[in-house]
Structures are given as C-alpha cells and as structure tokens.
C-alpha cells in the first residue's frame, strides 16, 4: 500500500536556527497538509495546501512557519527560526480530494526537538 | 467551530475484555467523524469512518462506532481487546463544508491491555 513518507524522523535543531522537515507524499495526491502534536497534547491542524497554494492555516502558522512543494513531488514545512515551543511531532498528510469521504493518509512523522 | 472531547486519557482492559472509548463532538453542521489509531514510533492510522451513511461503522481490527446525532456521540468499541489493541486512539471531526479537509483531533485516549 502507497505511504507518505516524512524525513527525517527525528530532528534535534538549536533555538533559532531554521529546519526543514520534508515530506514525500503518494503520487496521486492533490491535498496536502501539516498536523503537529505537542507531547501529550492533542493533534493540531497547522495549514492545508493545494494547487500550490496554502488554502487554510490556523493560528499557530505564523510568519516563523512556511511550505512549498518546489519540485512538484516533496512537500516541506520550513521553521525559520525555532523556538523551544516548538518541539512536537510534526506529521504530513495527504489525499486525492479535500472531500473527507475518502479519507487522507498520514505520514508516519518527525519528531523535532528544540534545544 | 468544531471540538472534540474524549473521555479518559488512560483506559485499561484486560484481554479478551470489552473495549469502549468515548468521544463527543460539538459542531454547527453534520460532520464527518473518525477514530485514528497511533502505534508507538508510528503514525496516525485511520480505523473508521462516518461520513453520514449508516451510524453504524465498522473498521479494521474489529472496532466499530455508532454516531448517535442526539448524544453528539461516536464511541469506539471491540467486543474482545487483544494486546495488540494497545495503542493511543484520536477521535477527530470535520465539517461536511469543509473546503480543504481539516480535521480536528480529540486529546487522545492511551489504551492498555494486560493480561
């Protein structure tokens, strides 16, 4: 079965310094998205992307966090400049239609730490 | 706005015991409803599903939730826990309007299995 792959699988950054996590979803996918989940907190949506457009963001995508697809196949969220907050697991989804009917696959995520 | 609460954050069962997890929503419009599973060191796996057909639902690995519109309710339940059940369980819901696919996640529920 076609899986959403997420390197790396764990990322230890330095407060302040920029990381990448990257993402590499199933070829037919259109929909893509990025979920977060502190330790021992709930998942949180953090923004949804499509026709290489960000098509909803919540309030925790801010201007310290951005995404791309640059080469039409991996789909990354870039953290300019990480706090101590932001240490969480970071988990990449996709799926063929917005419409939920059917469903999205997660990735089996990175855990960023913030040192 | 949607939320989710599940109820207990630890359940524990004995082998071959029955499995019940509670989850209740609150949201404007009918919703889609699901029941994720997450192994350890693994992602969110989807388990079931639904998506304003039968209330009824049954999933992988034997669970199944009922949606009770006048309870604001999707429980899970497995007649007979396995100790490969352990694992942590995410109830989550997205409006039927939604453009984009956003899910929001309960805080999760740690099920163990002993023995």
Request: charged share 15%.
């Amino acid at each position: 079965e076609p899986e959403v792959t997420q390197t790396p699988s764990h990322q230890v950054t330095q407060m302040g310094q920029e990381v990448i996590l990257r993402c590499v979803p199933i070829s037919n996918h259109l929909y893509f998205y990025w979920y977060r989940q502190i330790l021992g907190q709930k998942v949180e949506f953090l923004v949804s992307f499509y026709n290489n457009e960000i098509s909803e963001k919540s309030e925790i995508f801010d201007d310290q966090f951005s995404v791309e697809r640059p080469d039409g196949s991996n789909f990354t969220l870039k953290i300019r400049s990480t706090k101590l907050e932001d240490s969480a697991m970071y988990f990449c989804a996709g799926g063929q239609t917005s419409r939920l009917v059917y469903g999205y696959t997660f990735g089996s995520g990175t855990r960023l730490t913030v040192v | 706005a949607q939320s989710v609460t599940q109820l207990g954050s630890h359940v524990s069962v004995s082998e071959g015991a029955l499995v019940l997890l509670r989850c209740n929503y609150s949201s404007s419009v009918p919703p889609y409803l699901f029941w994720y599973v997450q192994y350890p060191n693994q992602g969110l796996q989807l388990l079931l599903k639904y998506t304003s057909a039968a209330t009824l639902v049954k999933g992988i690995n034997g669970f199944e939730a009922e949606f009770k519109k006048s309870e604001t309710s999707f429980h899970l339940t497995k007649p007979s826990a396995h100790m490969s059940d352990a694992a942590e369980y995410f109830c989550a819901v997205s409006d039927i309007g939604t453009s984009y696919g956003k899910l929001t996640f309960g805080q999760g529920t740690i099920l163990t299995v002993h023995p």
